[in-house]
């Protein structure tokens, strides 16, 4: 279920990206977030991605409808992950995780927002 959330990030509800997803049956509804928008820096995209054309600067971005009244972002549901993976490897270990190490591509620098909501940076 959270292995195309992080395709969500910085992301509008406008996007291809976002349209693409709810194709494959996201299991959850996509909603737009009034009070975020697409910065106008980033365009809602990485530099050099076409993307950035497409969705528009200004337009809301896509949250994940879990309830009526819950809605995440999805920096939250990845954050939720590593605190999860976090979990799991230390209970693997039988030892405490202080450090990790994440590669992350370039278009995917959102995700170290992600790395410090969740206490892992």
């Known amino acids: 279920m959270y292995a195309f959330t992080h395709t969500l990030l910085g992301k509008s509800i406008d996007s291809p990206s976002v349209e693409a997803l709810k194709r494959l049956h996201y299991p959850f509804e996509l909603v737009p977030v009034p009070s975020r928008s697409v910065p106008a820096a980033e365009g809602g995209a990485a530099a050099g ?20 009244d819950l809605t995440f972002q999805p920096e939250d549901l990845v954050a939720m992950s590593f605190q999860h993976i976090k979990k799991i490897a230390e209970a693997d270990s039988d030892a405490p995780v202080k ?15 992600c790395l410090h909501s969740a206490n892992l940076m």
């Open 49 to 68: 991605d076409d993307e950035a054309a497409v969705a528009g600067v200004g337009s809301p971005m896509v949250g994940i409808k879990h309830s009526a």
């Open 99 to 113: 450090d990790c190490v994440i590669t992350v591509r370039r278009a995917c620098v959102h995700l170290i927002a």
